[in-house]
Structure formats: structure tokens, C-alpha cells
């Protein structure tokens, strides 16, 4: 995989699979082409597609309007040895340094952006002109073990 | 920070109660303090009770007060190190510059019978 | 065999205050993380999987072992609950207990063996129930034993808690001093008494006293005293002058100059005194310091030369007149000279040539040129081929006989301004070399861009300072 | 969403097949009238190859009713996916997990 990947989604959560299964054959395909034989890359391919998955899902909650026109602008391209993938909407603004909750209140939602921060290995939030873009960035191989 | 001449056991000893922190922020304070309290003596003990921290700039002081005592024929001596400040006393080598005493009281007799340490 | 790694936050919590946001599996002893100790043992035992089960959060355990291929062993994880019972425990973990013998490691235990050897056939022979226990952790079999027939009367291991930091101390003491080669990190040079990892630079003037253990990128500098009983971890910097006896130093430590530290452990910033506990958390950065690995890493190569390039080409575009007008002015009269210097690269075995201007004449016209650094001109366009920084250590020149070699560190960063300008910080090789080590490992772009200014304008007025 | 349901014990195992994810999620929640009651209940995991945030909030809400309401919620079979969502969100403070269902229903009631 060489050329970055863009798709346009409605902002519709019955369109989630698609950013999921999207995520994870472009992971697939990233990881594969870097010498990963079968189930090397395996939590690289899961982390992956979980973390777009995860952030179109906050994309669609957060731009809780009527508006059915609203879209969701997901781009995937390789870079420095990792996978990016940026999702872009056009809701209002949020902060992206929410606090995790406190498991112990037995929070239903809120998982959503920690377990970006967990699974990526780097995160950027910047809004312009009304677009809200999360850009995320997952190194194929673990940065611990070098 | 404190200062007070005790003259009960005969020889002026000036001491001095550090409290909190001796840090580059008021290091220059204690300094510049101690310039004026060699005028009444040149004993001292740094009763160091209350003493939370101490970083590099706090310890050059000192023990820039300390060659000022000894340059008036004086001393400087430590009492009631915390285990902290004594830590970083031993770190920087500084422990062995000062005679240092358990409390202040022992540290003042010290001075009286001539004890070291 | 399968081995079943059972650990409680209770039994590990203590560590926390001293090794804030490192797992205490992974946390080494002698140079060598806690969790490799307890895999070599199941796999000596004979095992071919094992699972770690804990109450706690795993995950930086499993950033570290990943699925355990390393070891040529199936490595898997599992959450159990703070107020399980070890009966629990079991059940939750049925369908991997099932099948096999399992060798149980319950609690926050060291496990000391001698004899490598006999550990298989004793797990395979011995009959099933509690091996050993102590008050931190116990030992376990269940299933059956191959063959009971020969069973095996002493115990070829034993424990040891793990339940405070002095206990932590004294158990790197025991293994450097008296079991060293079993538990060794592989990859290290192995001298009796004496292991050390890659990239180790002793000082001239340094003296290393045996038993030892030192990691990686290490620097030990001029007139340091390391050992006897160091534990050193990876990228250390044992400053000039400074000693380090009975104690450990962990990874990403700097320990400035003319220290003592003797019967402690360092980490970072912080000092503790093992056998009271007491921790103090230095803010002097030139005493104790964490070494800033952010700086290293790859990422930040790029953008530090684009800082780089963008400040030399600025003090080319506002020293370029100077400079024509200086050499016009000077080859007029014939006091203009260029001579090629050639200095060692950052990366070994490179080096590059720069022809800088030597100038014969005095006074105040001499004064002005070195002032306005313009003896350095031709060195800024190699800050933009990305061969030097515009900031970092001093150029050493490379000389017939070979001299300056032995001053390279491995943080060396030749560049047209030297941190030690700066700073403002003796001229003298030794001297400004503590100022460039320091941060070789500690500076950032931004604040590079500021210690360039600052070094520039320090050239400006000299001796103005005290 | 499929959800099978079986009985160990006099204890209900429920077991969801395919996605836990948010176009899922409420479907799951609703799917099962042993989400309600007092009565323990497991949920096998097995059949699940996918769970994201919402997926993990339906259960901690059905296990936050269960146990309000005096019952109880075990889980089995986390593949190595799964346990990983329960790993970096520490949900699994709040879960007992087990490796197979029979077990975690058969001491229970």
C-alpha cells in the first residue's frame, strides 16, 4: 500500500462496519506488504481497525442533529513505518482531553477515546473551519522491542 | 527561617531554625541574613527540624556559610537533619564538611565541651 | 508443563511509590526485568505455555513479553479479581489448568535455583500439592507427575519475598555477589563478576570495580568510581568524579558530577535509601536527572534539523555582508587565509571538511570578525546539508596521531555553536563536555534555537559575564 | 445480532453471536430477560470476534443492573481481542472472567 485512501460515510451508525472492515483490510493490506508473515501483525490489524472504529462511532454520536446530509471523511495513508488514519467531521467542537471515567461507577460510554489513546501510538485533535479531525497513528512495530 | 543567641552555656552560639524549603529562591535570603548575624557571632548551629528540602543552590549556601564561620575562627554545625536532607547531604559529599548532631541542644554543648560529634 | 503466573496488586502495590508507572514485573533485577526471571524458571521447569493472571493491569507486561515468542514459549494473559481465591483463580483459568500438569507461581516471589538441569525432571517427577511457600507467594503443582516412581527429596529452588524495597535491594546484592551467571541477561559480555551490555564507554581515569552489572549506552567519565555491588541499567551517565557503590541505578538515569552514592537506589530523579525507605525526588537537574529518551528517538531527527537548518540559514542571511565585507576588506590586504579543518561526524567513521577563514591581523577588526562568528561562517551551510547541528558538541578535529578519538561519546553532535557557549561554561574540553553529555541527552528543538541565541551572543561579548 | 441462550445448572448462559458494536449494542442489551432479575446469569463470549466501546458499555450496564438488583453477571471465552478491550479500559476490575462457561456457571446459585 503506497497512495493514501480517503472515503466519504454518512454520519449514520449503520455505516460503522464499513469504517471497521475498511480499517481493517487497509491494516491487512499495510502489514502484509511489511513482511508480516501470518498473525504477526495480528494486534497491529486489531488495534487498527478498533481505533477507527471507535473514533467514526464518536464522530457520529457527537453530530447528534437531524441533518442527514452530515458525512464522515476517513483517509488512511502509510507513514513512518505506521499506518495513519485520520477521521474528519463537521460537528461542533469537543474537548478531546476528557478525563477516562471511573470504571468503578460502571460508566456505559465514555470507553471510546481512552482506548484510542491506548491503542494508537499517537493522537492529534485539531478543529478548522468547523471540521473536527482526529489523526491517529499506529507504528507497526512495537515500539518496546527494537 | 529563625535566629536567636544563646548565651545560656556561656559562649554565643547563634542559632539559626531553617523551616520548609532552602532553595535558589531564597537562598540569596539566607545569605544575605547570615552576613548580618556574623556581626553578633561566629558559633552557629543550623537547627534543620524543620527542614523539608533542600536542592544544590541551598547547599552551596550553606556551605558557603560555613567557610564564612570558619574564616572568623567560628563553626557551623548541623542539627536534627531530616533522613531526606541528610540524603542529599551524603549525595553532594557536603556530609562531610559539617559536623552534624542528632538535635540542636546537643550540637549548642558541643560547643561548651568541645566535642565533635 | 504449563505455568501459571498468579499476581496480586496487594502483594506489588508497595512498589509503586518508588518505581511510579513501571509494572513491577517488568521492573529489572540486576539489569534484567522481574517477569523474564519467572519465565526462564517455567520454562527450565519445562514448561511450553504460561499464563499470567493478575487483579492488576497488565498491559505494560504484555507490551514487554507480547505473545512470547522471544522465549519460544505460548505467553498469554488473564484478569482474576482483588478478592479471589486462589480456588477462584484456578476455575477461571480451568480450560488452561485442564489438560496438563501446571506449575503455579502465586504472589510477588524470586525464585533461586542453582542447578539448571535437574528443574525438568523434578516439576515432571514430583507429586502434586504445595512445593514451597513464604510470606509473600508459594509454589504449586497440580496434575499428575509422569513418573512418581523416582520422586526427589530436596527442593532444587527456593523463595524469595519480595515485600519492600529493601528486599528489592538485598535481592540485587545476593544474585550480582553470589549467583551472577544463571540469571544474566543474554547479550552481555560476561567476565567473571563483571557483565556488561553494548555501547560501554569507561573513561580514562575510570575505575570499575568487580561484581558489576552494566547495561547499555552507558558512559562512565573521567575519575568515576562504579562498584563494587553496581547494578548499572541502560542509557546511565555516571559523571566525572562521582561514585556508585552497593547501589542500583536504573534505566534512564543521569547522575551528575562529584556525587556520592553508596548503599542507594537511583531512578530518574529520585533517590532511595533502601534499608529507611526514604525517598527525595531531586529538582536539580545537574545532581540527579531522567534522561529524556523522547529526545533520541527517531521522530524528532527530522525536525531537529529543520530547526537547525532554519536558524543557520537566518545567521546566514544576517552575516553574509559581514562576512563578504570582512573578506574583501582582509584579502585586500592579504590577511585572508582559509584553512581546511576536518572534524569527526556524529556517525562513526565520518567526518567532514570545512574551509574556515583564518585572519592575521590584531585589534579590534580581529576581535569583531570572532564576535560576530564570522570565523565560523562556512560551517553554517554545513548545518544545511545535515551534516552538523547548529548546536551541540564542539567540533574535534581529526589529527594525524589520532588524538580526539577517545574523547567521542556517543551523544557527541558536532556543530558550529557549543552547548558549553552557551551555558557560558569552561572552554576546557572536560569541563564543557559534562554541559554537552548533559544535553546531548536532555535538549529539545525549541530549546536548542534558544542555547544557539544565547551561544552566539555569549561570542558577542566575551568575558562580560562573571 | 443472534443471541443463544442455554441452561447449566439452573444458571442461563447467554450467548451473543457476531459483533458487539454499536449498531448492535442496545439490540444485545434488550435481547435477554435474564438482563433483569436477580438471578445470576453468564454471559459466553465465545461467538463474539468483535467488541468495541459501546459494545463493552452494554455490558457493564447489564452488569451494573444485575447487580443493583441483587444478581450477578460472570463472562467466559474472551478471545485475546476481547480481553484486550477489557485490558486498556480496566473494565475487567468489574468482571469475573472465566475461561469457559460451564465453570462460571457451575458453583453459582
Given at each position: 500500500m503506497s497512495a493514501s485512501i480517503t472515503m466519504n460515510l454518512p454520519s449514520d451508525i449503520r455505516y460503522v462496519r464499513i469504517a471497521s472492515n475498511t480499517a481493517r483490510s487497509v491494516a491487512e493490506l499495510f502489514s502484509g506488504e511489511n513482511g508480516g508473515e501470518e498473525g504477526k501483525y495480528e494486534e497491529f490489524r486489531n488495534a487498527f481497525e478498533l481505533a477507527v472504529t471507535e473514533a467514526f462511532s464518536n464522530s457520529v454520536r457527537h453530530g447528534n442533529s437531524p441533518d442527514k446530509g452530515r458525512q464522515i471523511f476517513i483517509t488512511f495513508s502509510p507513514e513512518n513505518e505506521g499506518l495513519t488514519a485520520s477521521v474528519a467531521d463537521t460537528n461542533p467542537a469537543f474537548n478531546p482531553e476528557i478525563p477516562p471515567p471511573d470504571i468503578f461507577s460502571y460508566p456505559e460510554s465514555g470507553y471510546g477515546l481512552l482506548m484510542i489513546r491506548q491503542l494508537m501510538d499517537e493522537i492529534r485533535y485539531s478543529r478548522k473551519d468547523g471540521n473536527n479531525t482526529l489523526t491517529m497513528h499506529k507504528k507497526l512495530k512495537n515500539p518496546h522491542n527494537q | 527561617m529563625k535566629f536567636q543567641i544563646d548565651s545560656s552555656s556561656g559562649p554565643h552560639i547563634g542559632i539559626v531554625t531553617l523551616t520548609g524549603r532552602v532553595d535558589a529562591r531564597n537562598c540569596t535570603e539566607l545569605q544575605n541574613s547570615f552576613m548580618s548575624w556574623l556581626m553578633d557571632t561566629s558559633r552557629f548551629v543550623f537547627d534543620c527540624s524543620g527542614l523539608e528540602f533542600i536542592d544544590s543552590s541551598g547547599l552551596g549556601t550553606i556551605v558557603s556559610c560555613l567557610r564564612k564561620a570558619l574564616d572568623h575562627n567560628g563553626d557551623l554545625k548541623l542539627a536534627a537533619l531530616s533522613p531526606k536532607v541528610s540524603m542529599v547531604l551524603e549525595l553532594t559529599k557536603a556530609s562531610k564538611l559539617f559536623s552534624i548532631f542528632p538535635d540542636a541542644s546537643e550540637a549548642v554543648n558541643s560547643y561548651v565541651t568541645g566535642t565533635k560529634e | 508443563m504449563k505455568t501459571l503466573i498468579v499476581i496480586r496488586e496487594k502483594d506489588y502495590g508497595w512498589m509503586s511509590s518508588f518505581f511510579p508507572g513501571v509494572h513491577p514485573l517488568v521492573v529489572p533485577i540486576c539489569n534484567k526485568p522481574f517477569i523474564e526471571f519467572l519465565l526462564d524458571f517455567a520454562i527450565l521447569a519445562g514448561s511450553t505455555a504460561v499464563r499470567i493472571v493478575s487483579d492488576g493491569s497488565l498491559n505494560s507486561v504484555e507490551a514487554y513479553c507480547e505473545t512470547g515468542d522471544r522465549w519460544g514459549i505460548e505467553l498469554g494473559y488473564g484478569s482474576i479479581r482483588q478478592n479471589d481465591s486462589d480456588e477462584t483463580v484456578m476455575e477461571k483459568n480451568r480450560l488452561f489448568c485442564s489438560e496438563d500438569r501446571v506449575l503455579v507461581i502465586n504472589g510477588f516471589i524470586f525464585i533461586r535455583y542453582a542447578d539448571k538441569a535437574g528443574l525438568k525432571s523434578f516439576f515432571a517427577e514430583t507429586s502434586s500439592g504445595?512445593?514451597?511457600?513464604?510470606?509473600?507467594?508459594?509454589?504449586?503443582?497440580?496434575?499428575?507427575?509422569?513418573?512418581?516412581?523416582?520422586?526427589?527429596?530436596?527442593?532444587?529452588?527456593?523463595?524469595?519475598?519480595?515485600?519492600?524495597?529493601?528486599?528489592?535491594?538485598?535481592?540485587?546484592?545476593?544474585?550480582?555477589?553470589?549467583?551472577?551467571?544463571?540469571?544474566?541477561?543474554?547479550?552481555?559480555?560476561?567476565?567473571?563478576?563483571?557483565?556488561?551490555?553494548?555501547?560501554?564507554?569507561?573513561?580514562?581515569?575510570?575505575?570499575?570495580?568487580?561484581?558489576?552489572?552494566?547495561?547499555?549506552?552507558?558512559?562512565?567519565?573521567?575519575?568515576?568510581?562504579?562498584?563494587?555491588?553496581?547494578?548499572?541499567?541502560?542509557?546511565?551517565?555516571?559523571?566525572?568524579?562521582?561514585?556508585?557503590?552497593?547501589?542500583?541505578?536504573?534505566?534512564?538515569?543521569?547522575?551528575?558530577?562529584?556525587?556520592?552514592?553508596?548503599?542507594?537506589?537511583?531512578?530518574?530523579?529520585?533517590?532511595?535509601?533502601?534499608?529507611?525507605?526514604?525517598?527525595?525526588?531531586?529538582?536539580?537537574?545537574?545532581?540527579?536527572?531522567?534522561?529524556?529518551?523522547?529526545?533520541?528517538?527517531?521522530?524528532?531527527?527530522?525536525?531537529?534539523?529543520?530547526?537547525?537548518?532554519?536558524?543557520?540559514?537566518?545567521?546566514?542571511?544576517?552575516?553574509?555582508?559581514?562576512?563578504?565585507?570582512?573578506?574583501?576588506?582582509?584579502?585586500?590586504?592579504?590577511?585572508?587565509?582559509?584553512?581546511?579543518?576536518?572534524?569527526?561526524?556524529?556517525?562513526?567513521?565520518?567526518?567532514?571538511?570545512?574551509?574556515?577563514?583564518?585572519?592575521?591581523?590584531?585589534?579590534?577588526?580581529?576581535?569583531?570578525?570572532?564576535?560576530?562568528?564570522?570565523?565560523?561562517?562556512?560551517?553554517?551551510?554545513?548545518?544545511?546539508?545535515?551534516?552538523?547541528?547548529?548546536?551541540?558538541?564542539?567540533?574535534?578535529?581529526?589529527?594525524?596521531?589520532?588524538?580526539?578519538?577517545?574523547?567521542?561519546?556517543?551523544?557527541?553532535?558536532?556543530?558550529?555553536?557549543?552547548?558549553?557557549?552557551?551555558?557560558?561554561?569552561?572552554?576546557?574540553?572536560?569541563?564543557?563536555?559534562?554541559?554537552?553529555?548533559?544535553?546531548?541527552?536532555h535538549g529539545t528543538p525549541a530549546q536548542d534555537i534558544v542555547l544557539t541565541v544565547k551561544a552566539f551572543l555569549n561570542r558577542m561579548h566575551p568575558g562580560e559575564q562573571e | 445480532m443472534m443471541i443463544r441462550e442455554r441452561n447449566h445448572n439452573g444458571v442461563t448462559i447467554v450467548m451473543p453471536v457476531g459483533r458487539l458494536d454499536s449498531s448492535s449494542a442496545s439490540q444485545f442489551m434488550s435481547g435477554s430477560p435474564s438482563f433483569s432479575g436477580n438471578g445470576k446469569i453468564v454471559i459466553d463470549l465465545s461467538e463474539v470476534d468483535f467488541i468495541d466501546s459501546t459494545g463493552l458499555g452494554s455490558l457493564v450496564g447489564i452488569a451494573r443492573k444485575k447487580r443493583e438488583q441483587g444478581g450477578d453477571v460472570r463472562l467466559a471465552c474472551l478471545n485475546e481481542k476481547l480481553r484486550k478491550v477489557f485490558e486498556i479500559t480496566q473494565a475487567f476490575r468489574l468482571f469475573d472472567i472465566y475461561d469457559d462457561a460451564e465453570t462460571a456457571a457451575g458453583r453459582q446459585g
Open positions: - | - | 504445595s512445593l514451597s511457600r513464604c510470606s509473600s507467594g508459594s509454589i504449586e503443582l497440580t496434575g499428575i507427575p509422569e513418573d512418581v516412581s523416582a520422586a526427589p527429596g530436596t527442593l532444587p529452588f527456593s523463595l524469595t519475598d519480595l515485600h519492600s524495597i529493601d528486599s528489592y535491594y538485598r535481592l540485587n546484592a545476593e544474585i550480582l555477589t553470589d549467583y551472577p551467571s544463571p540469571y544474566v541477561l543474554p547479550g552481555y559480555s560476561n567476565e567473571p563478576d563483571c557483565h556488561m551490555g553494548r555501547n560501554v564507554v569507561i573513561s580514562k581515569g575510570a575505575e570499575v570495580i568487580k561484581p558489576v552489572v552494566i547495561g547499555n549506552n552507558v558512559q562512565i567519565m573521567k575519575g568515576a568510581i562504579v562498584g563494587p555491588s553496581a547494578v548499572i541499567g541502560s542509557n546511565v551517565i555516571v559523571d566525572r568524579e562521582s561514585t556508585v557503590s552497593r547501589s542500583i541505578v536504573l534505566d534512564n538515569t543521569y547522575i551528575g558530577e562529584q556525587l556520592d552514592i553508596v548503599g542507594r537506589i537511583a531512578s530518574g530523579n529520585t533517590l532511595v535509601d533502601p534499608e529507611t525507605a526514604f525517598l527525595v525526588s531531586m529538582e536539580d537537574p545537574h545532581l540527579l536527572a531522567g534522561m529524556n529518551k523522547a529526545a533520541r528517538r527517531q521522530g524528532l531527527v527530522l525536525i531537529r534539523y529543520l530547526a537547525h537548518a532554519a536558524i543557520a540559514l537566518l545567521l546566514i542571511l544576517l552575516l553574509i555582508l559581514p562576512y563578504l565585507f570582512f573578506r574583501i576588506l582582509l584579502s585586500v590586504t592579504a590577511k585572508w587565509q582559509t584553512r581546511a579543518v576536518t572534524f569527526y561526524g556524529a556517525n562513526e567513521g565520518k567526518s567532514f571538511t570545512s574551509a574556515l577563514p583564518s585572519i592575521s591581523c590584531g585589534g579590534t577588526t580581529c576581535s569583531l570578525f570572532t564576535r560576530l562568528s564570522l570565523d565560523r561562517f562556512p560551517m553554517f551551510f554545513h548545518v544545511l546539508a545535515g551534516k552538523i547541528g547548529v548546536i551541540g558538541s564542539f567540533p574535534l578535529e581529526v589529527k594525524e596521531s589520532g588524538h580526539g578519538e577517545t574523547e567521542i561519546f556517543s551523544g557527541y553532535r558536532p556543530a558550529v555553536f557549543s552547548y558549553a557557549e552557551a551555558e557560558d561554561w569552561p572552554a576546557d574540553a572536560g569541563e564543557s563536555a559534562i554541559v554537552e553529555r548533559y544535553y546531548a541527552v | -
